[in-house]
């Protein structure tokens, strides 16, 4: 099966218009998406539109921000940009689209047997993956070969043989990976709508599991069309300055 891997779209359509559009050639047998379409970009109807009108199977999990603007958490631990975003997106979401949003499933949830998705962490769907150490508890407890997990935007790997934990930051642009048989993985695609690994460009991946094949890829899209979004619709300038410094 091959799949495209999506992930941290938060409102942000010039960039999930931009991945799309690489990839309209492509033919994929299903799309994972790891959670957070929406909070802090401008157009979060045009993205949960753009997921809703995918003509590949979709499986999905929640984010924390999907959450919050879906009414699920209070959001109480957001800081004040990230709570106002959520709070305006609550309000700007069609009935339909906040519906999608608030019955997206909790993960971890299975694709295969060999293969999982989640949002934050297999055993939490709220916890930061970004250490080897915590890499390493989840290995321990969690079995699933494959694991897709988003949250961090950061576009990472980890990979456990025996007893060794493997990182890798997935940095400076593209790349494959085939990966190995006997080595379990926890890979992050990174984020389509705030990459915060100090490059600006929308980050995602494809993996083709009969070929074990992942692949990892970067997008310009028009950062400046996004800023102007988020200004005009009164969110908050920080939101819409850190897009340009991928962070
Ligand atoms: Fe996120």
Redesign the pocket.
């Known amino acids: 099966m091959r799949y495209l891997i999506v992930s ?1 779209m ?1 409102g942000n359509s010039d960039a999930f218009e931009a991945v799309l559009r690489r990839v309209r050639r492509k033919r994929f047998d299903g799309v994972l998406m790891l959670g ?1 379409m929406v909070g802090y970009g401008a157009g979060p109807n045009q993205v949960v539109d753009a997921v809703r009108e995918l003509s590949e199977r979709v499986y999905s999990v929640r ?3 999907d959450k919050v603007v879906s009414g699920i958490e209070s959001g109480d631990n957001f800081n004040s940009s990230a709570l106002v975003a959520a709070r305006w997106t609550t309000q700007r979401l069609t009935a339909s689209n906040l519906r999608y949003v608030r019955d997206l499933p909790r993960g971890p949830i299975s694709i295969d047997a060999d293969l999982a998705i989640c949002h934050g962490s297999p055993l939490d769907e709220d916890t930061y993956v970004f250490s080897a150490f915590e890499a390493f508890e989840i290995f321990s407890a969690h079995r699933v070969p494959v694991t897709f997990f ?2 961090t ?1 950061v576009p990472s790997l980890f990979a456990q043989r025996d007893e060794n934990v493997r990182v890798a930051l997935l940095r400076g642009g593209e790349g494959s990976l085939v990966l190995d048989p006997e080595t379990r993985y926890l890979l992050n695609p990174g ?1 389509i709508g ?1 990459p915060r690994d100090r490059d600006p460009r929308a980050s995602f991946m494809t993996y083709d599991s009969e070929a074990r094949l992942v692949r990892w890829f970067r997008v310009e899209y028009p950062i400046a069309r996004a800023q102007r979004r988020i200004l005009k619709a009164g969110l908050p300038r920080a939101l819409a300055d850190r897009l340009a410094l991928g962070m």
């Open positions: 941290d938060h957070d984010g924390n921000h988003g949250h935007h984020s705030q």
